[in-house]
Every structure is written in C-alpha cells, then in structure tokens.
C-alpha cells in the first residue's frame, strides 16, 4: 500500500491516503547528541517538508522508546514497539552495539531500519547477509576513516603505524574508540602496524617513550 501510494504521488492529479507507523528507537540521555530531545524536533521537521513534496495525504505516526544505547534494552524496546501494533520503519538506535540486534532482526521483519550510526566496519562487511535493511545514514563510516588513514600512509611512503586509543574516549558512543582503531588495524594490511590500549590515568609521556621511542619516526 505504502508503494503504491508512493507511486501514485509522482503522477498529476493522482491522490493517495494511508498511513506511517514510525518507530524512533534512540536514547532520553540529553548528554548525547542524538537524544530524543535533539531528534525528535528533526523529525517533525521532515515529516512536514515530506508533506510538502508527497501528492499523497499521508499520516505520519511517531512512536517512541528509550534505547539507551543499550544492546539489550535496544532490541527488548524494538520487539516491544513491533508487536504492540504496526511499525513501517525504524529510526535508531544510533550506537553500534544498540544498532546491530535490531538491523540483524528487521530483515525478518521486513522492516527497513535507518541508523545516522552503525558506524563499524561489520555494517559494511555483512551489509547483505546480516544487515539487509539498514541504511547508515551518518556522516561518519569507520570504513571510510581507514580508507583515508590508508592513503596518508601511501601517500608519505610509510611503511607501518602504531594506533594508541583509549577504549570509551569520547563517552558518547560505547567502545566507539576501540571500533574505530579495530576497523583501521584490520582493514590496512598493507602496512605493519600494531596497537596499544591506553587508560584514562595513564602516564602518556612515558607510553610514548615506550611504545612509540623513534621506531615509528620518518623513513622507518
């Protein structure tokens, strides 16, 4: 019905009614960026400018539940919302852990699933057999990050890196750090690298000294 009516708008004169169960899975917490505080307004906004633009009369339904970023609760509120009345599509969640369970589960569902995270490497690398429904909409793919850090290395003719990360270092999204690195150590093989986890009350100077010294200087 949803095609259909899609169908129809982009032809003169044809009208079309029906309605949009939008599910929008993403967290309460005000400190990220993506809270429902921050969201919630975004899509009000589109679902008038797609209002503006659709020949059909479309009623957009916005249901809403606390993800979290929580793997468990993620996938716990996403079953909830699909069996307490009809979802077309889901908004969120936006963490990768949160993400993944609910993307793994839509392609049983049939329902599409649109995540501005999702950002790790296995969205990509299982895009057809895990995550058939997921679009990742954001504006940062780690793919990319290492696609990039893979050409710096070519460019300057450098022959191997060493990734110093801390596991959680922006808070925002969990373990986003230790993806990241684990996305550019494996995807750059071309070049010799390693990698050393780094704590918050580490003393950095002397990890430097130590893991780094003058092995990772030019032309080595």
Same mark, same amino acid.
């Given at each position: 019905?949803?095609?259909?009516? !899609?169908?129809?708008?982009?032809?003169?004169?044809?009208?079309?009614?029906?309605?949009?169960?939008?599910?929008?899975?993403?967290?309460?917490?005000?400190?990220?960026? +993506?809270?429902?505080?921050?969201?919630?307004?975004?899509?009000?906004?589109?679902?008038?400018?797609?209002?503006?633009?659709?020949?059909? /009369?479309?009623? !957009?339904?916005?249901?809403?539940?606390?993800? &979290?970023?929580?793997?468990?609760?993620?996938?716990?509120?996403? $079953?909830?919302?699909?069996?307490?009345?009809?979802?077309?599509?889901?908004?969120?969640?936006?963490?990768?852990?949160?993400?993944?369970?609910?993307?793994?589960?839509?392609? !049983?569902?049939? $329902?599409?699933?649109?995540?501005?995270?999702?950002?790790?490497?296995? !969205?990509?690398?299982?895009?057809?057999?895990?995550?058939?429904?997921?679009?990742?909409?954001?504006?940062?793919? +780690?793919?990319?990050?290492?696609?990039?850090? @893979?050409?710096?290395? /070519?460019?300057?003719?450098?022959?191997? +890196?060493?990734?110093?990360?801390? &596991?959680?270092?922006?808070?925002?999204?969990?373990?986003?750090?230790?993806?990241?690195?684990?996305? $550019?150590?494996?995807?750059?093989?071309?070049?010799?690298?390693?990698? +050393?986890? $780094? /704590? @918050?009350?580490?003393?950095?100077?002397?990890?430097?000294?130590?893991?780094?010294?003058?092995?990772?200087?030019?032309?080595?």
């Amino acid at each position: 019905m949803i095609l259909l009516c !899609f169908l129809l708008a982009i032809l003169p004169g044809a009208r079309c009614e029906t309605e949009i169960q939008m599910a929008l899975l993403v967290p309460n917490d005000t400190f990220r960026p +993506f809270s429902v505080d921050k969201v919630l307004p975004a899509v009000g906004v589109a679902i008038e400018k797609a209002r503006g633009i659709m020949n059909v /009369d479309v009623n !957009f339904t916005v249901k809403y539940a606390d993800s &979290q970023c929580h793997i468990g609760v993620a996938i716990n509120e996403a $079953i909830k919302l699909r069996y307490s009345g009809t979802v077309h599509v889901f908004f969120g969640p936006v963490c990768d852990y949160a993400v993944a369970p609910v993307a793994r589960q839509s392609k !049983f569902w049939n $329902i599409p699933v649109v995540s501005v995270g999702a950002m790790a490497d296995d !969205f990509y690398n299982f895009r057809q057999l895990d995550y058939p429904y997921l679009t990742r909409a954001g504006p940062v793919i +780690f793919n990319n990050v290492a696609s990039g850090v @893979r050409e710096v290395l /070519d460019y300057f003719s450098w022959n191997k +890196f060493k990734i110093l990360y801390q &596991q959680n270092g922006n808070g925002v999204f969990e373990d986003s750090c230790k993806i990241m690195s684990s996305t $550019i150590f494996y995807s750059v093989t071309n070049k010799k690298s390693d990698h +050393f986890k $780094i /704590d @918050r009350d580490s003393d950095l100077e002397n990890i430097l000294t130590a893991e780094l010294g003058d092995s990772y200087g030019e032309g080595r």
